[in-house]
């Protein structure tokens, strides 16, 4: 071997000592690279959980309250339905009583007003079907009062004008006065 070929050998020799000093450094660059590029995938990926998470539980609380919202608004609104047909019920119980009976129910009213007088207006079929004494049954409730000939607009029950006040003891307005106490009462009853 000659002194070119010492020479070329030794050249070609630390060419292939730099180049594998390149690809280590090379190497290790990317395996830094690689390792910060996974480290962030998986901070994103982590992140991205976490907010996926959190919006699947605020989704899930969100349906929830909205189905407690719609079950609830479905059972009161079963219950005013229940109330209503129960109100209605007691209207027409009243309104279907027997003649004894209905103004038995009269007489405990007008004794509500026992010291006053004045006129008393009754619907056309109540006019029709009075019994003959009943302004004396009236007046033993404590109501002076004449009956007037001209039908009063109510469903039954009366309407007691003394002066410029009415009293309405009419069927639908006692209820209608009387609403929340009924719906009360109907609620501990139907839904205690």
């Known amino acids: 071997m000659d002194g070119r070929e010492k020479i070329l050998n030794r050249i070609k020799s630390d060419c292939d000592d ?3 000093a390149i690809e280590a450094e090379a190497q290790k660059e990317c395996d830094k690279i690689i390792a910060k590029a996974k480290a962030d995938a998986q901070k994103s990926a982590a992140e991205t959980d976490k907010k996926a998470q959190a919006k699947k539980a605020q989704l899930e609380a969100s349906a929830k309250s909205r189905a407690e919202l719609e079950a609830r608004n ?3 609104k079963q219950k005013r339905r229940e109330i209503d ?4 019920a007691l209207r027409d119980h009243m309104l279907g009583l027997g003649d004894n009976d209905y103004f038995e129910l009269i007489y405990r009213l007008a004794s509500k007003l026992s010291g006053m007088n004045g006129e008393l207006r009754l619907n056309s079929r ?9 302004t004396d049954r009236l007046r033993a409730c404590g109501v002076e009062a004449s009956i ?3 039908p ?3 469903d039954g029950g009366f309407i007691l004008k003394h002066g410029d006040i009415e009293e309405n003891l009419g069927f639908s307005a006692l209820i209608a006065a009387k609403r929340g106490e009924l719906e009360d009462f109907i609620n501990r009853r139907l839904f205690a």
């Open 148 to 150: 007037s000939g001209e």
């Open 18 to 20: 730099s180049i594998r």
């Open 152 to 154: 009063a607009d109510i």
């Open 85 to 88: 047909l129960t109100v209605s």
């Open 126 to 134: 109540d006019l029709g079907r009075l019994p003959g004494d009943f």
């Open 74 to 76: 479905a059972v009161l």
